[in-house]
């Protein structure tokens, strides 16, 4: 237990040293959910008023709705960003000789995303902590609440970073396979409109919203950080974390960069 332990304390304390020193990382994960909250939502407030959530029966500022979806964001983006690093690290071939360890590579695998989940958490409270400062100020109760609800969200996406990033034979081709990811993920989500108000605009566009892994896991955030349960959502989330790590841990090939045929 002790040689499991010094592994992931290691795991982790890299991470730490990695986020630490990669200060504009930290930066640009506050930057974009900032602006979306500081210019885009007061754009919406002078045009839509107020938003109305369909499961709590209560009118919200728009401001409040979209919180959860703006710290989905956050835990979205780093997810990929680990992915990208674990790309990075089989390029070096840092990930080989991580998975020289005598331990199984599945544990292996899930510290380095659990490490990466963590670092996200810390940031998606400072983002809290600003949104706080600025009014937008959910229940003191539902910040600790959302706790459970944004590890198991940052594991998912995480999860889902280290199954693509299994796909990247090259770190060139990083960013264009993200696009197709990234914002297809976030916009065809409840982060920024609520479900109800995708069906009245289009029926189709409704159910890809309501099938989009992405929404179930803003979902889950939004109920947990007003003080709410969402079945569904904590059950989809906990099925596609289970999957994506599964999927990721047998598909995982440090030999990629290796396999690369020289130019």
Sequence with gaps: MNAYWQCFHGILLRECL?????????????VRPLLWLLVFAAGFRAALGIAIIEPYDTYIPYEVYI???????????????GSLSMVYDREMGSMRVLLTSPLPRPFLLGSKLLATSLISLLQVYAFLAI????????PAAGLLLALPALLLVALMLSALGLL??????????????????????FFLSSALYPLWKM????????WLCAVNPFTHAVELVRFALYERFNPLALAVCLGLTVLFSLLA???????????????
């Design 164 to 185: 693509l990033s299994n796909a990247i034979r090259q770190l060139e081709n990083f960013a264009g396979v993200m696009n197709f990811v990234i914002f297809p993920l």
């Design 18 to 30: 990695r986020f630490v020193l990669q200060r504009t990382r930290f930066l640009s994960a506050l």
């Design 131 to 138: 949104a706080w400062l600025y009014g937008v100020q959910p």
């Design 249 to 263: 841990i047998l598909t995982f090939n440090p030999q990629h960069a290796a396999l690369r045929k020289p130019r």
């Design 67 to 81: 919180i959860p979806g703006l710290a989905c964001m956050i835990l979205l983006f780093n997810g990929m960003q």
């Design 199 to 206: 069906r009245e605009a289009s029926q189709w566009l409704y």
